[in-house]
C-alpha cells in the first residue's frame, strides 16, 4: 500500500469516526501508525484508544465499513474491526480503553516515545506528544518512555532491537543500559511472543545486526543457545576468529542474495563482482523465488523468515561434532546432520510450528550437498537434481540460496571466481528443476503404480515394493524411461538382478 492510499484510507476512516463519536468520549489514533504517518511510511494497522467502553463505536466503524467485529479482549475493553479494502487490501483496526486515567499516563506507560504520539480525530492537525517523540523522530533515534518501560513489560528489549533497526535508528545510551538491565527478565515473557519479535527481525534487514545486538545484551543465550555456543568453536588462521563470526557474515551474504535475487533491486545494490555474476546468471528465477519467498507457512510468518532462522542455526552442529585438519582447512564431518536434529529440538523450543521447523531441519541436513556437486569433476546431471530434491523437497530451494551465501561467508572477497562459477552452475541447475522442469526432472508423473506392479510381475507390497518404484521414478526423471510399458520392462530386469 502506498503512503497516498494510506493518507485516503485514514482519512475515510476518520471521516466515519466523527459523527459516532460527536457526543461521545474523544477516540485518539495513537502509537505506530501516527508514527508512520510522520514518516510518510505506509500505515498499515491503525490504533485507536478512547476512554472508557470500545464496543459500541468500534462495532459501529465496522458497519459503516462492512467489516468484521469481534472482542479481542472483554476484560480489558479491547476491540478489532477487519475490513478489505479496494487499494490497501485486509485491513486491521484495533479500538483499546485507554490504559491510565488520562491520555498523558497512557502514552508514558508505552514503550518508545516515537510510538507515544497521538491525534485526536477530530482534530487530526494537532499532536498529542507529551514525550518528545515527534522531536525523536526527525533526530532518528529511540527513547524509552520512562526508566519502567522495560520492567513493565520486558519483551520490549526484543521490540527495541527490532524497531532500531527496521526504522535505522539508534538507540540512545540510557535506554540501551535500560535494555541490558532488563534483558535477564525476558525469561518470564512467554515464548510465543519472543518467538513473534525474533521472526519479525529475521524478516527484516540487518538480522546479523540483530543477532550481534542480542549477544551483546546477553539475549542471544535465552533464545539460541546453540548459536550462542558457536564462538567458542575456533576456526582456522585466515579465517573468521570463529564458526559464529561465520554464521554473521552468512546470514550478511544472505541478506545480500535475496535483495538482487529475490526483491527487486537497483544496480548500486550489486556490491561486488560475485553478486554481480549471481545477479546476471540467476536473474530468470526473480519472479518465481518472489512468489516461493511471498508465501506464509503460517499466516504473517514468511518464507524468507524460516530461511533466515536456518542460516543463523546451520552450523550449530559444529558445537558437538569435532573438527579434523584436513590439508590446512579444518572440517566438521557429519555437522549438517547433527546440527538437524539440534535444530529441529530449537524450533520446537521456540513454539515454531511443526512446518516450520521440519522446513528449517531440511534446510541444514542438506546445506553441504551442493557444495560437494560442486566440487564434483562432472557437470550437474538430471539424477543429481532429482535425488537432491528427492532429500530436501521444497527446502532445496532455501538450500540454493544459503550455500551461495555459505561460500561467499568462507571465502569473502577472496572467494575464487573458479569456484563461484562452479556454485552458481549447480544452483541454476537445481533452481532450473525446481521451477521450470518440475513435472519432467522433480516429481515425474509416475508410469507405473504399486497395483500394475501386484497385477502385472506379482510384487507384493512392502519395502522391495517400494524401492522400486523410487528407481523407476529416479529412472524416469533423468529421461532413460518415457512410456508405461518401459517402466515394466525395467521393472522385470529389475527384479531379475533381484533374485
Known amino acids: 500500500m502506498t503512503t497516498k492510499a494510506s493518507g485516503a484510507l485514514l482519512a475515510r476512516i476518520q471521516d466515519i469516526l466523527r459523527p459516532l463519536v460527536a457526543d461521545g468520549p474523544p477516540v485518539y489514533l495513537i502509537g505506530g501508525a501516527v508514527r508512520d504517518l510522520l514518516l510518510k511510511l505506509p500505515a498499515h494497522d491503525l490504533d485507536f484508544a478512547m476512554p472508557g467502553d470500545v464496543r459500541r463505536v468500534a462495532r459501529r466503524t465496522a458497519d459503516a465499513l462492512d467489516g468484521a467485529f469481534y472482542m479481542l479482549d472483554d476484560e480489558r475493553s479491547t476491540a478489532r474491526v477487519i475490513f478489505q479494502d479496494v487499494e490497501a487490501g485486509r485491513f486491521v483496526l484495533d479500538f483499546a480503553a485507554l490504559r491510565a486515567d488520562t491520555l498523558e499516563g497512557d502514552l508514558r506507560a508505552r514503550d518508545f516515545t516515537i510510538n507515544a504520539i497521538a491525534i485526536d480525530i477530530n482534530k487530526p492537525n494537532d499532536l498529542i506528544d507529551p514525550l518528545g517523540g515527534a522531536q525523536d523522530l526527525k533526530d532518528k533515534c529511540l527513547r524509552m518512555c520512562t526508566p519502567q518501560s522495560f520492567e513493565e513489560d520486558p519483551l520490549r528489549v526484543l521490540r527495541g532491537v527490532r524497531q532500531a533497526l527496521s526504522l535505522q535508528f539508534r538507540i540512545v545510551p540510557e535506554t540501551w543500559a535500560a535494555m541490558g538491565a532488563a534483558a535477564p527478565q525476558l525469561v518470564r515473557v512467554s515464548m510465543e511472543r519472543k518467538r513473534d519479535e525474533v521472526f519479525r527481525m529475521a524478516e527484516g534487514r540487518g538480522f546479523a545486526t540483530a543477532l550481534q545486538m542480542l549477544d551483546h545484551l546477553g539475549v542471544l543465550e535465552q533464545l539460541f543457545p546453540e548459536a550462542a555456543a558457536l ?26 542474495l535475496i535483495n538482487v535475487l529475490v526483491d527487486a533491486h537497483k544496480e548500486d545494490d550489486v556490491a561486488s563482482l560475485h553478486l554481480g555474476l549471481a545477479a546476471t546468471q540467476l536473474h530468470r ?24 532462522l536456518a542460516a543463523a542455526l546451520h552450523d550449530i552442529g559444529k558445537t558437538v561434532v569435532e573438527g579434523e585438519e584436513n590439508k590446512g582447512r579444518l572440517r566438521f564431518p557429519e555437522h549438517a546432520g547433527e546440527g538437524s536434529g539440534l535444530a529441529a529440538k530449537r524450533g520446537s ?32 546431471e538430471k539424477r543429481d537434481v532429482y535425488c537432491f530434491f528427492k532429500f530436501s523437497g521444497a527446502a532445496g530451494v532455501d538450500v540454493c540460496l544459503l550455500s551461495l551465501a555459505d561460500i561467499m561467508a568462507a571465502y569473502g572477497p577472496a572467494l575464487p571466481l573458479e569456484r563461484w562459477q562452479a556454485e552458481l552452475d549447480v544452483v ?30 506379482g510384487v507384493r507390497p512392502g519395502r522391495r515394493m517400494g524401492a522400486l518404484l523410487d528407481v523407476i521414478e529416479e529412472t524416469q526423471a533423468c529421461g532413460e524411461i518415457l512410456e508405461r510399458e518401459q517402466a515394466l520392462a525395467f521393472a522385470r530386469k529389475w527384479l531379475e538382478g533381484e533374485e
Open 231 to 256: 564462538e567458542d568453536v575456533a576456526l582456522p588462521l585466515g579465517h573468521t576468529p570463529n564458526v559464529w563470526e561465520h554464521t554473521l557474515s552468512v546470514v550478511r551474504r544472505l541478506e545480500e
Open 285 to 308: 528465477f526473480r519472479p518465481a523465488l518472489a512468489a516461493f519467498y511471498a508465501q506464509e507457512p503460517v499466516p504473517g510468518r514468511s518464507l524468507r523468515g524460516v530461511l533466515k
Open 349 to 380: 523450543a521456540l513454539t515454531l510450528s511443526k512446518d516450520e521447523a521440519t522446513r528449517i531441519k531440511a534446510i541444514i541436513e542438506s546445506h553441504m550437498q551442493l557444495h560437494a556437486l560442486a566440487k564434483a569433476p562432472n557437470p550437474v
Open 428 to 457: 541454476e541447475a537445481m533452481l532450473a528443476g525446481w521451477f521450470e522442469q518440475y513435472e519432467q526432472v522433480v516429481s515425474p508423473p509416475r508410469l507405473v503404480t504399486g497395483k500394475d506392479l501386484m497385477r502385472e510381475l
